[in-house]
């Protein structure tokens, strides 16, 4: 267990639909990531959070947002939604996350999104 | 551009021998971390090994070792005594200081095979 938490697990919705993808980093991490994982492929970097701010941004549409909140649990909002945007959402989280160094990430257990 | 390849789809492994797997990447910088993670059928991303490419010595977590080459950017992961919770996908990652973060850039994978 990596101490980072995600709901839901699983997600299934229809196009044109909009969902709402939460994560609580673990204890005393500052930093949280998201990565899309669309099937049997490698991870995609989508955004990056530390300390509620926006950090990093990566191949992140513009239907996509994302903010941290005060107590630094995530949310990821996906709207409009189509079905190349079903994947598996990955949640990681960082002690520093690039304040004061290279921090090792770790994941979540991930939900999985399906787009019908 | 940072890229990551990992030119081995699959492999398989006999129960209790070893495997290497290879993973190379392409960079001009001279600071940067490497990374293997793995992602068993659950789909949870574990971190494996780290490497900080300012040392010299190989990392080694129990049976997981890896075999770091900085000249010819090379970074394989061996895995002695192979067990069957070895199969999954194994990833290779790369993380360099970008802008003001750290970003994990994955390879594409390979998916291991643990034979008993």
């Known amino acids: 267990d990596s101490g980072v938490t995600q709901t839901p697990k699983h997600l299934i919705t229809a196009t044109g639909q909009r969902v709402t993808l939460r994560c609580s980093p673990r204890?005393?991490?500052?930093?949280v990531y998201w990565y899309q994982q669309s099937l049997d492929q490698g991870l995609q970097f989508l955004i990056q959070?530390?300390?509620?701010?926006?950090?990093a941004k990566g191949n992140i549409l513009e239907r996509f947002s994302a903010q941290q909140f005060p107590d630094l649990h995530s949310e990821l909002n996906l709207s409009s939604l189509e079905l190349g945007d079903s994947a598996l959402y990955f949640c990681?989280?960082?002690?520093?996350?690039?304040?004061?160094?290279?921090?090792?990430?770790?994941f979540g257990p991930g939900t999985r999104l399906t787009v019908l | 551009a940072q890229t990551v390849t990992q030119s081995q789809p699959e492999m398989s492994v006999q129960e209790a021998e070893t495997v290497t797997l290879s993973c190379t990447y392409d960079t001009s910088e001279n600071n940067y971390y490497l990374f293997w993670y793995k992602q068993p059928p659950s789909r949870q991303m574990i971190l494996v090994i780290r490497q900080e490419a300012y040392k010299q010595q190989n990392a080694t977590e129990n049976r997981f070792s890896v075999n770091f080459q900085k000249a010819a950017k090379s970074f394989s992961l061996k895995i002695s005594d192979s067990q069957l919770g070895d199969t999954a996908m194994y990833f290779c990652a790369f993380m360099k200081h970008m802008d003001s973060s750290y970003k994990l850039i994955f390879g594409s994978g390979t998916r291991l095979l643990v034979r008993p």
């Open positions: 204890s005393g991490d500052l930093s």
């Open positions: 990681a989280s960082s002690g520093r996350g690039g304040a004061g160094g290279a921090d090792t990430q770790y």
């Open positions: 959070y530390y300390n509620g701010e926006e950090r």
